[in-house]
């Protein structure tokens, strides 16, 4: 990756063009993205809890849909509050201690005794998960300037897009091949995200001025595009500049569709690929177990991330709208035709599966570098915070929703027509940001 080209005036000296700073950019950045690798083990494995829990407590797919909507909205002010938080305290700090205190919190939820301890603790998770993402986007925003920050953030989102894969692969190891019931996948796979948490605090630093280099930012340019922002501004006055932008609240509008349609995938293709519609096709007359089909999805998602800000930056000359209006209307398509396909069609079920993952995951990476685009890097956590607030306020609403359509209809394959209306309202909506 090629550091940025601005020269701007530092208190610090070595330029920002130097080699060792652009070694420094990707420990920086390699460091959050090994971090946030193993953050889903911590909060997307509960789709293959499920069964489970139903069996164990003998409720319903829409009360299990309301659990699951308990993390995202705690979630979601939890990145309201966090992104300010990481703005103040600083990203490396905020983001550490979220994986510490998220894999204690799944701990907590592998004890519960029944449906009420399990939605509060798995509420009380959603938070602590919340002081991951804009954190570390805040500190990766102090590392790269605007021309790099697509790419940047494709990497960011790609990390993510891994950590969904293995969410899903450690969650089918305990329970199909060690025979582990769902307790068990709240308590292995977030160790992993322990050792991330530590190995983030001890590896990552602050900005580049820590280092003794200069900053990548050019203050001219951030003054015309965002406005002046001083060092210490008060977390009220960041709060202030971010709401006060039309276009990321339009933004927010347009990925909180977006993320209803990747979470009604996350969530419930599990049980789609789980249920009794797709046990009949079993490894005996197909070389893939149909248990595993699921994973072709997260790692759809994960291309698909890594693509898109490489699209905004190189493609649409960093006009993110234009790559999230494209893979938005391709996900819409996509996701129809996945719902057409029959039943004891494996192989083709996998191909478009992961393109479903491709394009209803792909542009994140250009929502999250629309934020400092739109308001400054000093303001990344802030702005990263109050768009995924509406991101998972959306995905908390559909989770329900789509419980109650399977539950009513028994039919799993509902949820891609539900995917499919949300990824073209996104499509609709992110026209409007047109910058």
């Given at each position: 990756m090629s550091s940025v080209n601005l020269n701007a005036p530092s208190r610090s000296g070595l330029?920002?063009?130097?080699?060792?700073?652009?070694?420094?950019q990707w420990r920086m950045l390699l460091s959050a993205m090994f971090c946030y690798l193993f953050f889903y083990t911590g909060r997307q494995t509960f789709g293959f809890a499920i069964p489970g829990i139903?069996?164990?407590?003998?409720?319903?797919?829409?009360?299990?849909?309301?659990?699951?909507?308990?993390?995202?909205?705690?979630?979601?002010?939890?990145?309201?509050i966090n992104g300010n938080l990481g703005d103040k305290f600083g990203g490396r700090r905020v983001m550490s201690a979220g994986a510490i205190l998220s894999c204690a919190a799944n701990w907590a939820v592998s004890f519960s005794t029944g449906v009420l301890s399990l939605g509060a603790l798995w509420g009380l998770n959603g938070y602590f998960q919340a002081m991951g993402w804009a954190p570390g986007s805040?500190?990766?925003?102090?590392?790269?300037?605007?021309?790099?920050?697509?790419?940047?953030?494709?990497?960011y989102v790609f990390a993510?897009?891994?950590?969904?894969?293995?969410?899903?692969?450690?969650?089918?190891?305990?329970?199909?091949?060690?025979?582990?019931?769902?307790?068990?996948?709240?308590?292995?796979?977030v160790l992993l995200m322990l050792i991330g948490g530590i190995a983030f605090y001890l590896i990552a630093r602050e900005r580049p001025e820590d280092l003794g280099f200069k900053s990548p930012h050019d203050d001219a340019i951030n003054v015309e595009q965002a406005g002046r922002v001083e060092d210490d501004e008060t977390s009220w006055q960041r709060y202030k500049g971010v709401l006060k932008n039309w276009r990321l609240l339009v933004g927010g509008l347009a990925i909180?569709?977006?993320?209803?349609?990747?979470?009604?995938?996350?969530?419930?293709?599990?049980?789609?690929?789980?249920?009794?519609?797709?046990?009949?096709?079993?490894?005996?007359?197909?070389?893939?177990?149909?248990?595993w089909i699921s994973i072709a999805l997260p790692v759809g998602m994960a291309i698909g991330a890594a693509t898109n800000?490489?699209?905004?930056?190189?493609i649409f000359g960093s006009k993110r709208y234009l790559a999230i209006v494209l893979y938005m209307a391709l996900a819409t398509v996509v996701s129809l035709y996945m719902y057409t396909i029959p039943r004891e069609e494996i192989y083709l079920g996998l191909v478009v599966l992961?393109?479903?993952?491709?394009?209803?995951?792909?542009?994140?990476?250009?929502?999250?570098?629309?934020?400092?685009d739109l308001v400054g890097h000093k303001r990344a956590g802030t702005a990263v915070g109050v768009m995924n607030f509406c991101a998972y306020l959306f995905a908390g609403l559909g989770e329900p929703l789509i419980g109650k359509?399977?539950?009513?209809?028994?039919?799993?394959?509902?949820?891609?027509?539900?995917?499919?209306?949300?990824?073209?309202?996104?499509?609709?909506?992110?026209?409007?940001?047109?910058?």
């Open positions: 330029s920002a063009n130097d080699d060792a700073f652009r070694r420094a139903q069996a164990e407590f003998g409720v319903s797919k829409e009360t299990l849909g309301w659990v699951s909507a308990a993390l995202l909205w705690c979630y979601a002010v939890g990145q309201a805040r500190l990766l925003s102090n590392w790269f300037g605007r021309h790099d920050r697509g790419r940047v953030f494709g990497y993510a897009g891994m950590a969904s894969v293995l969410s899903f692969v450690t969650s089918l190891v305990v329970v199909h091949t060690l025979h582990l019931d769902w307790r068990w996948i709240f308590r292995l796979p909180g569709f977006q993320n209803a349609a990747r979470y009604g995938l996350l969530i419930w293709v599990p049980v789609h690929f789980l249920g009794d519609n797709w046990a009949k096709a079993s490894a005996s007359t197909s070389v893939i177990d149909p248990k800000g490489w699209v905004s930056d190189k992961f393109l479903c993952g491709f394009f209803v995951y792909g542009p994140q990476s250009s929502f999250w570098a629309l934020c400092p359509f399977m539950d009513t209809h028994h039919d799993t394959s509902l949820v891609f027509l539900i995917v499919a209306a949300a990824s073209g309202a996104s499509a609709v909506v992110a026209l409007f940001i047109r910058r």
